[in-house]
């Protein structure tokens, strides 16, 4: 079970690199199905990581000898490291996922800051930028200056004189 973890993880890491050095761009759906089919293939070597990995525990210890054992032993201790590692893998691949809106449209704020003007947050917000992704698909929907934000206060409004009076305005 070990090795078809193993060769499951390294088909989804295939996939990615092959879309990666193809040399020509794939479309966004073509992107988003082949990270979508990594993503599927991720999940069903970690299901086979972990049964191998609780397999490996049940061996008894008592009943292996010589380099047997000591196989066993060096397994036990790098299934949970190779879990570890295609689990933050696979996390980060659904971000990613979910960042380019496969599970619906997303509207992300982004903000740019000049790290020459000092603020609390690093440097001075000079300008914004919003970004619409969906189903692989981004959209720079506007990228203007903050100054384009700052709306004239409204006019005074005097309150009726029975709600002044009430409150002593």
């Known amino acids: 079970q070990l090795s078809e973890a193993g ?32 993503d599927r293939t991720l999940r069903a070597g970690l299901g086979t990581l972990a049964s191998a990995s609780s397999e490996a525990k049940a061996l008894s210890h008592d009943h292996l000898i010589g380099p047997v054992a000591s196989a066993r032993a060096k397994l036990e201790q790098a299934l949970p490291r190779a879990q570890s590692k295609a ?14 809106g496969v599970s619906g449209p997303k509207t992300y704020l982004v903000l740019s800051q000049n790290p020459d003007e000092l603020r609390p947050t690093g ?36 309150p009726p004189s029975e709600v002044s009076e009430g409150f002593a305005i």
């Open 7 to 38: 060769s499951t993880v390294a088909s989804s890491a295939g996939r990615i690199v092959t879309l990666e050095g193809d040399p020509q761009t794939p479309s966004p759906a073509q992107a988003v199905t082949v990270l979508q089919a990594a």
């Open 123 to 158: 440097g001075y917000i000079g300008t914004y930028g919003v970004i619409s992704a969906n189903n692989g698909t981004f959209h720079f929907d506007r990228y203007d200056s903050v100054e384009i934000l700052t709306v004239p206060r409204p006019d005074d409004v005097v």
């Open 87 to 100: 689990m933050a893998t696979e996390r980060g691949l659904s971000a990613a996922l979910t960042f380019a």
